[in-house]
């Protein structure tokens, strides 16, 4: 008999030289670190989040010493240090001398809201709504409630102020020397990205430096502004309502509804006269921040579309509470900045060698 040629073996799909068992091993592979990463995000959540405040927080020191260096050519160390010290003394100047009327006037708000509140209820029964001040009230409860379990333990005075020491002392250690981290970062990385790393940090802390500029001009004419005009319109509480004003326009979009919710409010509760008053104010200040310093100082730098900034806010405060919700303007910044430079260090690689853009 003749032989039959011997049919040449290929490998089957058990073995691991088979290309197909690599493809999907490598899928599988891709699949599990996602998810892996994912469980990690919602383990560390909340140190995440405190250290991303303190990088935010070291970026506003940084930009203030930077600032005092075009007056002072001193060492870097003691212009860090001034700026500290006057933080330091305007908070406690601003609380040792408005704080107790500040503290009676946040009961006094309190009582009105609430009473406002029940007004708008019992208008809205009126109209056929079946909505019930105590159904407002939980509305709100819920809110707040649902901003996120990640900061639970934050949720309490210490927790609170324990997180805040951190972040502080965290980001006066990388405002000392910022580089230094710089380099630590670098140097986990390949020697061919180094470069493209250096670009992309410069330009967020850049980036950051301006945005943050720019947020604290305008809590500073938002708080002040809206405290004179009310005080001098007569308006009940206009201290208190200037600094809450203020601080929450730290919050792009959602702190400026909070904060015009409340001066209406509070502002009706003085008359039909004082509440129309109170809402002229309210759209004159927004006005001017939202149309001269928003527009010179912020979108400049960063260029955020309003509503990526507001589905950021919501996703963040969900995802990581109240910290995730201060934070999302910053993070969404930098992300743009890293995908920017990414591109164009990509467009770079990919274009010949001595061809020159136009």
Do not use: C
Not at 14 to 22: D, L, T
Not at 104 to 129: F, P, S, Y
Not at 137 to 143: N, R, S
Not at 150 to 174: K, Q
């Amino acid at each position: 008999m003749s032989e039959q040629p011997r049919h040449i073996e290929q490998p089957g799909p058990s073995e691991v030289r088979s290309p197909i068992i690599r493809r999907e091993l490598a899928r599988a592979g891709v699949w599990i670190g996602l998810a892996v990463a994912v469980a990690v995000l919602a383990l560390l959540a909340q140190p995440l989040m405190l250290i991303m405040g303190a990088l935010v927080f070291a970026t506003m020191l940084d930009g203030g010493t930077r600032l005092l260096g075009r007056v002072l050519p001193i060492g870097r160390g003691w212009r860090l240090a001034i700026v500290l010290l006057g933080i330091v003394a305007f908070l406690a100047y601003t609380f040792y001398l408005t704080g107790a009327s500040l503290a009676a006037q946040a009961q006094a708000m309190r009582d009105i809201v609430e009473t406002q509140v029940g007004r708008i209820g019992g208008w809205m029964q009126q109209l056929g709504v079946t909505t019930t001040p105590n159904d407002l009230k939980g509305l709100a409860q819920q809110a707040m409630s649902s901003m996120g379990r990640v900061t639970a333990a934050v949720g309490t005075a210490v927790g609170a102020i324990t997180s805040a020491v951190m972040m502080l002392v965290l980001a006066i250690f990388i405002a000392v020397e910022p580089k230094l981290y710089e380099r630590g970062v670098a140097w986990m990385l390949p020697m061919d990205r180094r470069d493209d790393f250096y670009r992309t940090a410069d330009k967020m802390g850049w980036t950051l430096r301006r945005l943050m500029f720019g947020r604290l001009i305008g809590m500073a004419v938002e708080g002040v502004g809206t405290w004179l005009l009310l005080w001098a319109g007569g308006v009940p509480m206009a201290g208190l309502l200037g600094i809450l004003t203020g601080l929450l326009a730290f919050l792009p979009n959602i702190g400026a509804i909070i904060s015009g919710a409340l001066i209406i409010l509070v502002g009706f509760s003085g008359g039909t006269d004082t509440g129309l008053y109170a809402l002229g104010v309210y759209l004159a200040v927004q006005m001017v921040d939202g149309y001269l310093i928003v527009p010179m100082v912020a979108k400049r730098a960063v260029d955020l579309a309003p509503a990526l900034v507001l589905a950021a806010q919501i996703l963040f405060g969900a995802l990581f509470g109240i910290l995730g919700l201060f934070l999302a303007d910053p993070i969404v910044a930098m992300i743009k900045v890293w995908l920017e430079e990414r591109s164009r260090a990509s467009n770079e690689r990919r274009r010949p060698a001595g061809f020159i853009a136009r």
